[in-house]
T-cell receptor, first 110, second 116 residues
Framework: KNEVEQSPQNLTAQEGEFITINCSYS?????LHWLQQHPGGGIVSLFM???GKKKHGRLIATINIQEKHSSLHITASHPRDSAVYIC????????????FGKGTKLSVKP | EADIYQTPRYLVIGTGKKITLECSQT?????MYWYQQDPGMELHLIHY???????EKGDLSSESTVSRIRTEHFPLTLESARPSHTSQYLC???????????????FGPGTRLTVT
């Protein structure tokens, strides 16, 4: 069964801390997505990657194909980073549909 | 910037009513999706479409139905709302999946539905 597992489920950090959220998946993905969902419910796509590393501002996403693992890092965290971060995978047989992880709820305290 | 809209944003309605949740996108995307998300839970795909006149059921069984008469418009209908339908419904769109390339999905702001 194609699955996406995220950890931790909940994460509390102090402003300025370096944050890592982990995601593991099964074989056969064509791409791995990181999404951000704010308390209002809207979802924004942060990264889509199939190899290596991508960086946007203070956010960095990496993927290790051999280990079937991806990480999302936030440097110099800020209270406005508080949100749910969701890992999702495109599997080869899923017609481009995404399989979602349960999300990591991040709270950054000032 | 992504332009995908959902209306209404919030809806409180009584049991047995027929409701239609609207979703429109101006990006010309062929593929569109409807997701259901209960509070604190993961997203579940309930319907998707490859283009005009295409509708497919997703991973989660749903009593809702969808239609795709125009590329930009993908409404979701519940013929008779029940309290178990209370949830958040999110619409999304993307470029057409070709089997070789994956595409980013763009999400609407969601409709929070409460059935009393």
């Amino acid at each position: 069964k194609n699955e996406v597992e995220q950890s931790p489920q909940n994460l509390t950090a102090q402003e300025g801390e370096f944050i890592t959220i982990n995601c593991s998946y099964s074989v056969g993905i064509s791409a791995l997505h990181w999404l951000q969902q704010h308390p209002g419910g809207g979802i924004v796509s942060l990264f889509m990657l199939s190899s290596g590393k991508k960086k946007h501002g203070r956010l960095i996403a990496t993927i290790n194909i051999q280990e079937k693992h991806s990480s999302l890092h936030i440097t110099a965290s800020h209270p406005r980073d508080s949100a749910v971060y969701i890992c999702a995978a495109n599997y080869g047989g899923s017609q481009g549909n995404l399989i979602f992880g349960k999300g990591t709820k991040l709270s950054v305290k000032p | 910037e992504a332009d995908i809209y959902q209306t209404p944003r919030y809806l409180v309605i009584g049991t047995g009513k027929k409701i239609t949740l609207e979703c429109s996108q101006t990006m010309g995307h062929d593929k569109m999706y409807w997701y259901q998300q209960d509070p604190g839970m993961e997203l579940h795909l309930i319907h998707y479409s490859y283009g005009v006149n295409s509708t497919e059921k997703g991973d989660l069984s749903s009593e809702s139905t969808v239609s795709r008469i125009r590329t930009e418009h993908f409404p979701l209908t519940l013929e008779s709302a029940r309290p178990s339908h209370t949830s958040q419904y999110l619409c999304a769109s993307s470029e057409q999946w070709t089997g070789a390339v994956s595409y980013e999905q763009y999400f609407g702001p969601g409709t929070r539905l409460t059935v009393t």
